[in-house]
């Protein structure tokens, strides 16, 4: 009897040792896979062009912020080759554009017409369902914007949450999140937040 409860035990062991915890998908596996993932974790960059704009980019609604906040201003002036049709925009910073960007612009690109700056970061809110099907899943969870300076407080609404859908795959060492492209039933992370919605 004692080396039967000794074998049963041993066997226990032996089965729950073969099992990870990311063997089992659930709502904390799936948020910590998907707030850890080098997509979800990147900085969303706001790329600003100074000189001669088209049109279309000078009344961007990203442009149009920057012009309520003061910090550019444009005046017409005929298009070169490369940029068009008319109407063209010289976009230039005005002092308080300057006094804004000076620390947010990398000392490399000061001289630049054409230069990123970090705006954003997404925060996970919470994963709101998963759907399994075999070794593949669909988890549904909300995400927001959090600003990281004055120019992203300025372009993202940091209240506002949206609702995404990404796949996942069960692979021989536990479930990962599906990085890049798949199909629209077990879209990748990227596609997921590109194609994320405001919540309801």
Not at 57 to 72: A, H, K, M
Not at 93 to 112: H, K, N
Not at 161 to 166: K, L
Request: glycine fraction near 8%.
């Amino acid at each position: 009897m004692l080396k039967l409860r000794l074998l049963g035990i041993l066997v226990f062991l032996g089965l729950a040792a073969g099992c990870s915890p990311r063997d089992f998908l659930t709502r904390r596996l799936a948020a910590d896979l998907i707030a850890g993932s080098d997509v979800f974790k990147s900085t969303q960059e706001f790329w600003l062009r100074t000189g001669v704009i088209s049109n279309q980019d000078y009344f961007s609604p990203e442009y149009l912020v920057l012009q309520r906040r003061g910090w550019i201003t444009g005046a017409n002036v005929p298009c070169s080759p490369s940029v068009g049709p008319p109407p063209c925009w010289n976009v230039v910073l005005t002092p308080l554009g300057v006094e804004t960007f000076r620390d947010l612009i990398p000392s490399e690109a000061r001289t630049s017409q054409y230069f990123s700056v970090p705006a954003a970061r997404r925060e996970l809110a919470e994963v709101t369902g998963i759907s399994k099907n075999g070794n593949v899943a669909e988890v549904d969870f909300l995400w927001k914007w959090v600003p990281l300076n004055e120019l992203g407080a300025a372009l993202y609404t940091s209240g506002v949450q949206y609702t995404a859908t990404v796949g996942f795959k069960h692979y021989d060492d536990g479930w990962r999140v599906i990085q890049g492209g798949a199909s629209k039933s077990n879209q990748g992370l990227d596609e997921a937040l590109k194609n994320a919605e405001p919540a309801q």
